[in-house]
């Protein structure tokens, strides 16, 4: 098969015969379809008629994180180290699905944390094109390693690039910076494509968008068809010897961009930014033996002649300037001459006397016409004189434009007058010759730019993924990001931040799982106690962000991070309220489904126990606990607030940390360390008002709430974590 057809496209999420059809026709054939979802072509793909933007967006993003690819046979340039991520589309015969992929982000929370990170990460792009690109970076599963891993390569390269060789990089940034995809104007030109092959006719359809496009019948010649004013004509059949004006004669299988020339210097015109910003990239020097810039040097490797070419699209031909110039003033310099001329013979004629003897009186009364001869033999020298002086100025003023003067241009008769109508002709010649050197011009860019055209459009490609990684390297330099290391299992973060606060937040160092620097952190359950507003749902939020961060192979927020491969992130919201009997069912189906199902996973969950009734919660949370600590593939790390009835619940060794607050300050705001303790029941919100209110109260109110807290202190100590572990061990 060397091309998709419907049935291939429809197994794309929401893509029916009709839209694929659509896209088809828009695009070109089914090769570019495949190509724009491959590449992000976003806004080529929104100028299908019924795909919105975001749609298209969605599109290519779950073409790029669904495992679709092509087979090896049909991978045309992959580059890893080099700078290049995609592979490019030849055929789409390969083009299959792996087995068993499923989404990564597991949940509508780790999509939202998804969205947020990328939404801040397309903020720092230089070009639309670009902002397009990182927003369809998508995680890696576990089935992905070695594309995460040449992606983590990339990035690396880019880093480094940015921090060794700083004034490339500012060089690159500003040149990147006019970077867009390259696209086709809409236009239609006047021009008509003819050919006499059915073969050369179906090769010539797509040029159907731009122009007239015709393939003549058995009983018309190339004669019947000079009723046009511009005609290419394509293969065999056309005229031979002296081709028509304006015609152009090319062969069957010549280049799309020659046969429509117009349509190719409108295409450079189009683009012209983006070229010209090509061509100052190629421009700049890079060094040797980094892999980013040697990217970048391959990608505009093919481009020697894209500087020169650019510099002649504002050609209007060798001599257009002066035949335009020519015909613009023609008829006011043709009318100043004429009038010099004859105020020159009047000047010279204003002493002028005709001496007449008497028997030249006699002559003329016997002949009328000779008086008249006698005042032009007179005055003849004068007015040729003259003539002779306004054809020489006449001429060099045509001369620029390379116009000969035609004979007889001025009458001798008094007074000297232009013949109107051989300037006309001049005027005619004049605009024949324009057309002529437009028309040569057109085909000589046209030829220049032809085979630029690929060239350009996968350099831009190119320089769009290099600028993605740049902009990556250049948005973790500025949040203080490191690669992360890729582990067998867990999450460990040294001074980690989170991204989304809007303020620079403490750093938090915590782990859990194999990833964890300290043996005893390396429990794969952990509950994570503590006060309202300590910090424990921004832990998770920030655990889950590193952990897509580092599965797009993109550096995290900390000075240092272990994170596991797992195949799903699963992040669980706080519930807004207890659920009916019907939600709470399907919740917990969910919950059990991936507790219970083979596969490496992060589970993230905040208050689980909002669910349902405390005390239903405590048995039920306790049984799936259970189940996380059993399952050989699982991570977990909820927030909860009832980590003591959990722990008598489940009769088993549960690993409780704690944010504790020291106190509230006078605004009632926390004081707080971010990081866990770890083995540790933290306290309260409650708690510590009432303790704020023990301090400050007198009286009976004071020993009232004295009495309050003890109890909070004797359930701490009956339900501290070392207490309960020593229990459940008795």
């Known amino acids: 098969m060397s091309k998709v057809d419907g049935m291939l496209l429809t197994d794309l999420p929401g893509v029916g015969s009709s839209l694929a059809e659509r896209m088809i026709t828009c695009l070109g054939q089914a090769e570019d379809v495949w190509d724009a979802l491959r590449v992000g072509d976003i806004e080529r793909l929104a100028e299908v008629d019924g795909l919105s933007g975001n749609r298209a ?28 991520e995609s592979v490019a589309c030849g ?20 999509e939202k944390i998804h969205h ?87 090769r010539l ?65 189009h683009n012209l930014k983006a070229l010209q910003s090509l061509s100052s990239i190629r421009s700049i020097v890079l060094p040797k033996n980094v892999p980013t810039a040697e990217a970048i040097t391959e990608a505009v490797i093919d481009l020697k002649t894209l500087a020169s070419v650019l510099g002649e699209l ?42 007449l003897q008497g028997s030249d009186m006699l002559d003329m009364l016997a002949d009328a016409n000779l008086l008249q001869r006698r005042i032009a033999s007179a005055t003849e020298e004068v007015i040729d004189s003259a003539i002779t002086e306004a054809n020489n100025d006449l001429s060099t003023f045509l001369g620029q434009a390379g116009i000969n003067l035609p004979r007889g241009i001025f009458s001798s008769a008094w007074p000297p007058k232009l013949d109107r109508s051989a300037l006309e002709k001049v005027e005619i010649e004049i605009d024949e010759r324009l057309e002529l050197d437009r028309t040569q011009t057109t085909l000589r860019l046209a030829r220049n730019l032809t085979p630029l055209i ?79 507003s300590g910090g424990k749902t921004t832990l998770l939020e920030m655990l ?68 349902t009734e405390p005390g239903a919660a405590a048995r039920i949370l306790a049984g799936m606990f259970g189940a996380a600590i059993d399952h050989p593939d699982i991570c977990m790390l909820t927030v909860t607030h009832l980590a003591p009835q959990l722990l008598k619940a489940s009769g088993r060794k549960l690993r409780i940390d704690g944010i504790e607050a020291r106190g509230l300050d006078e605004n009632l705001d926390l004081i707080v360390d971010r990081t866990p ?19 400050q109260c007198e009286g009976d109110a004071q020993s009232l709430f004295a009495d309050i807290l003890a109890g909070f202190s004797d359930e701490a100590d009956s339900n501290s974590p070392t207490t309960s572990l020593a229990s459940v061990t008795a």
């Open 454 to 532: 690929s060239a350009c459009d996968s350099a831009i490609r190119s320089l769009i993924e290099v600028d993605a990684w740049l902009t990556i390297a250049d948005w973790a330099q500025k949040e203080e990001c490191i690669m992360p290391k890729m582990v067998k299992s867990g999450v460990w973060v040294d001074k980690g931040r989170h991204l989304l606060l809007g303020f620079n937040p403490d750093p938090v160092t915590y782990g859990i799982g194999e990833a964890a620097k300290l043996k005893g952190d390396r429990q794969s359950v952990a509950l994570l106690t503590g006060a309202n």
């Open 57 to 84: 967006l969605s599109l290519c993003r779950d073409f790029a994180s669904s495992g679709w690819q092509l087979s090896s046979k049909d991978a045309t340039g992959v580059r890893g180290e080099s700078g290049i």
């Open 677 to 695: 303790r770890r083995n540790h029941l933290a306290r309260s919100t409650p708690e510590l008002i009432v303790r704020r209110l023990v301090q």
């Open 544 to 611: 889950a962000q590193i952990t897509i961060l580092a599965h797009m192979g993109l550096p995290v927020p900390a000075k240092a991070a272990c994170v596991g491969h797992i195949e799903k992130l699963h992040i669980i919201a706080k519930a807004s309220g207890t659920q009916s009997a019907g939600a709470l069912e399907q919740t917990l189906r969910k919950l059990a489904e991936v507790l219970t199902t083979p596969g490496k996973r992060l589970v993230l969950a905040d208050e689980l126990e909002a669910i």
């Open 91 to 110: 055929s789409t015969e390969g083009i299959g699905k792996k087995e068993g992929v499923g989404p990564f982000l597991a949940t509508s929370e780790a």
């Open 314 to 355: 504002g050609d209007k031909g060798e001599n257009s300037e002066a035949l335009q110039m020519v015909k613009d003033e023609l008829w006011k310099v043709a009318k100043q001459i004429e009038s010099e001329v004859q105020t020159t013979v009047s000047e010279e004629m204003a002493g002028a006397q005709l001496s």
């Open 116 to 202: 947020k990170l990328i939404e801040e990460l397309a903020k720092n792009a230089r070009s639309k094109a670009t902002s397009n690109r990182l927003k369809l970076l998508m995680p890696y599963s576990l089935s992905r390693v070695a594309e995460l891993n040449s992606r983590r390569v990339l990035i690396a390269n880019a880093m480094e690039l940015t921090s060794s060789h700083g004034e490339t990089a500012t060089e690159l940034r500003e040149s990147l910076g006019g970077i867009s995809r390259l696209s086709w104007p809409q236009m239609r030109c006047e021009r008509v494509v003819v050919c006499a092959d059915d073969k050369v006719a179906e």
């Open 205 to 269: 359809s797509p040029l159907k968008k731009w122009c007239r496009v015709l393939r003549i019948s058995s009983s018309e010649t190339w004669k019947d068809y000079t009723v046009f004013s511009e005609v290419t004509w394509v293969g065999e059949g056309g005229p031979k010897g002296k081709t028509p004006d304006n015609w152009n004669i090319v062969a069957a299988n010549a280049p799309l961009g020659l046969v429509l020339p117009e349509r190719t210097i409108a295409w450079a015109k």
